[in-house]
């Protein structure tokens, strides 16, 4: 397995090069970039929550210059960039009643799929729903099946996967449902985005694992302290309450190589150093 850096992970006030320089003298084999709009109100609400530093680097209407940019950075720091993420459908949800803002939704997954393609990425990490009191479990499940089938079908024309993430949308909530909703689509670049911090809440990542088996895509790694069990209980690697010998035991049985990416809040001094002690403690982790 491999080590990846969320760029949400680092201080806001890094230039696009330090962020892939940073990366890359800590140890990091990828670096991951996250979708959002010129305006970031559309997408704080979430990365917010989670202290995450959201960036402009890579937008909507990112031009053909910048990503030529990105591109060859990637190419330069030799860091791939396998995956891309987006807070972008907690504001435009696949599921959302509003027809205009599922359409939104479905644009930005699209515009995520042609970036990934051209920087020689393999997945795009989505929100596949988010269930509210005004929207129904049963009405989120029939939409989302319906938007991902959708999307698995353009994706697959640029062979790039979607990553259906397990995030708390209350969605999805336990490993059989999302197992079952994966094979439903029944599309090979449809699988799971898994994030290991975020079961802890109601589950065991570990079993996870076990029964998504090789639907999982990509990974995303932090900690959470269950004593707390809100959304402060998220904490750096190897201060929380995950099991992570049982889950690397469980990823080499699947066969998982690809990469561990940390998706962490940034530090509020010396912002730097996490990217150091991050890299270390993934040196430990993947070594269990």
Same mark, same amino acid.
């Given at each position: 397995?491999?080590?990846?850096?969320?760029?949400?992970?680092?201080?806001?006030?890094?230039?696009?090069?330090?962020?892939?320089?940073?990366?890359?003298?800590?140890?990091?084999?990828?670096?991951?970039?996250?979708?959002?709009?010129? &305006?970031?109100?559309?997408?704080?609400?979430?990365?917010?929550?989670?202290?995450?530093?959201?960036?402009?680097?890579?937008?909507?209407?990112?031009?053909?210059?910048?990503?030529?940019?990105?591109?060859?950075?990637?190419?330069?720091?030799?860091?791939?960039?396998? &995956?891309?993420?987006?807070?972008?459908?907690?504001?435009? *949800?696949?599921?959302?009643?509003?027809?205009?803002?599922?359409?939104?939704?479905?644009?930005?997954?699209?515009?995520?799929?042609?970036?990934?393609?051209?920087?020689?990425?393999?997945?795009?990490?989505?929100? *596949?729903?988010?269930?509210?009191? =005004?929207?129904?479990? =049963?009405?989120?499940?029939?939409?989302?099946?319906?938007?991902?089938?959708?999307?698995?079908?353009?994706?697959a024309t640029k062979k790039i996967e979607i990553g259906i993430e397990n995030v708390w949308n209350k969605f999805l909530l336990s490993p059989l449902e999302f197992r079952n909703f994966i094979d439903e689509i029944d599309n090979e670049y449809v699988g799971a985005y898994f994030d290991i911090g975020n079961v802890l809440q109601y589950g065991y990542p570990e079993q996870w694992i076990d029964i998504l088996g090789t639907?999982?895509?990509?990974?995303?790694?932090?900690?959470?302290?269950?004593?707390?069990? &809100?959304?402060?209980?998220?904490? &750096?690697?190897?201060?929380?309450?995950?099991?992570?010998?049982?889950?690397?035991?469980?990823?080499?049985?699947?066969?998982?190589?690809? *990469?561990?990416?940390?998706?962490?809040? *940034?530090?509020?001094?010396?912002?730097?150093?996490?990217?150091?002690?991050?890299?270390?403690?993934?040196?430990?982790?993947?070594?269990?």
């Amino acid at each position: 397995m491999k080590k990846g850096m969320n760029v949400w992970s680092l201080p806001e006030t890094l230039s696009l090069e330090q962020q892939f320089s940073i990366t890359k003298k800590a140890g990091f084999d990828s670096i991951e970039l996250n979708v959002t709009e010129e &305006s970031l109100s559309a997408s704080t609400v979430i990365t917010s929550d989670l202290g995450l530093s959201e960036k402009k680097d890579l937008i909507l209407n990112t031009s053909q210059e910048q990503l030529d940019r990105i591109k060859s950075l990637a190419k330069s720091y030799n860091l791939t960039i396998e &995956s891309l993420s987006t807070a972008l459908h907690w504001q435009y *949800p696949l599921t959302s009643k509003n027809t205009e803002i599922q359409s939104k939704g479905i644009l930005i997954a699209k515009k995520m799929i042609d970036y990934c393609a051209f920087f020689g990425g393999k997945t795009v990490l989505i929100v *596949p729903g988010i269930v509210t009191a =005004d929207q129904g479990y =049963d009405q989120c499940y029939a939409l989302a099946k319906k938007n991902i089938r959708l999307l698995g079908e353009y994706a697959a024309t640029k062979k790039i996967e979607i990553g259906i993430e397990n995030v708390w949308n209350k969605f999805l909530l336990s490993p059989l449902e999302f197992r079952n909703f994966i094979d439903e689509i029944d599309n090979e670049y449809v699988g799971a985005y898994f994030d290991i911090g975020n079961v802890l809440q109601y589950g065991y990542p570990e079993q996870w694992i076990d029964i998504l088996g090789t639907r999982i895509k990509k990974v995303h790694v932090k900690d959470f302290k269950t004593s707390i069990g &809100s959304i402060q209980g998220f904490t &750096s690697l190897l201060q929380g309450d995950v099991n992570w010998k049982k889950c690397v035991r469980n990823l080499k049985k699947i066969g998982y190589d690809g *990469p561990l990416t940390c998706e962490l809040e *940034p530090y509020k001094i010396n912002g730097e150093q996490l990217a150091v002690d991050t890299a270390a403690a993934l040196d430990y982790i993947i070594d269990l």
